[in-house]
């Protein structure tokens, strides 16, 4: 079985302070440039859901999204929130095959280790069916390691694009900065990135 971490384990005991910081964080610009490469109805897997806010602007948007997250007590928490049952899994365990038209990681991935990383978006191109996307964000910089009772690897655009030259088939389809949109938080960079399943 896989180890539960301390990262989960912060989230676990700041849910409810977390799910407060996150739920309501206007990110629509964001959600909008994703949705713009799906069709209509498409299947979206919410990969490391937290708060629940995303997966409930998908389904108000007539899509139709799974939801899974590491910690048991944000699950609790977004499938109250949205309406749906969260799976509490970790992104080690994903094992669908060509399932998904789109992955949404939203700030969640970024807790694993690089190794973990390339095996996670391995497993993340196998759950996408062809030419199928992926959106996903890390903090931006070159630190890995313990933050704040939680583990961080950052990225810059050169960082990881040498970390996606060891998976074959995902391709970075575009690229952006964005400051963090939670109050306080402005002077931190995010980096961006849609990849599509080649």
Same mark, same amino acid.
């Given at each position: 079985?896989?180890e539960y971490?301390s990262?989960?384990?912060y989230?676990?005991n700041h849910?409810d302070?977390f799910?407060n910081?996150?739920?309501n964080?206007?990110? /629509?610009?964001?959600?909008?440039? $994703?949705?713009?490469?799906l069709? *209509?109805?498409?299947?979206?897997?919410?990969?490391g859901c937290? !708060?629940g806010?995303?997966?409930k602007?998908?389904?108000e948007?007539?899509?139709?999204?799974?939801?899974?997250?590491?910690?048991?007590?944000?699950c609790?928490?977004a499938?109250?929130y949205?309406?749906? /049952?969260?799976?509490n899994?970790? $992104?080690q365990e994903?094992?669908e *095959?060509a399932?998904y038209?789109g992955i949404w990681?939203?700030s !969640?991935?970024?807790?694993l280790s690089?190794d973990?990383?390339?095996?996670?978006?391995?497993k993340?191109r196998?759950a996408l069916k062809d030419n199928?996307?992926?959106?996903?964000?890390?903090k931006?910089?070159d630190?890995?390691?313990e933050r704040n009772g939680?583990f961080?690897?950052?990225m810059?655009e050169?960082?990881?694009?040498e970390?996606?030259?060891?998976?074959?088939?995902?391709?970075?389809e575009?690229?952006?900065i964005?400051?963090d949109?939670?109050?306080?938080?402005g002077?931190e960079k995010w980096?961006?990135?849609?990849l599509?399943?080649s």
């Amino acid at each position: 079985m896989l180890e539960y971490n301390s990262t989960l384990g912060y989230y676990d005991n700041h849910a409810d302070e977390f799910y407060n910081s996150t739920v309501n964080v206007e990110f /629509k610009s964001t959600q909008e440039n $994703f949705l713009s490469k799906l069709k *209509k109805g498409s299947y979206i897997l919410d990969f490391g859901c937290g !708060s629940g806010r995303d997966t409930k602007y998908f389904l108000e948007k007539g899509y139709k999204v799974d939801a899974i997250d590491g910690s048991k007590q944000l699950c609790k928490l977004a499938s109250e929130y949205t309406g749906k /049952k969260v799976k509490n899994m970790f $992104f080690q365990e994903l094992s669908e *095959k060509a399932k998904y038209d789109g992955i949404w990681a939203c700030s !969640s991935i970024l807790h694993l280790s690089v190794d973990e990383l390339i095996d996670v978006l391995e497993k993340m191109r196998i759950a996408l069916k062809d030419n199928g996307i992926i959106y996903t964000s890390f903090k931006y910089g070159d630190f890995s390691g313990e933050r704040n009772g939680r583990f961080f690897t950052d990225m810059t655009e050169n960082s990881f694009e040498e970390l996606l030259n060891n998976i074959s088939g995902l391709v970075i389809e575009e690229k952006w900065i964005t400051k963090d949109v939670r109050p306080g938080r402005g002077e931190e960079k995010w980096l961006n990135l849609i990849l599509r399943r080649s």
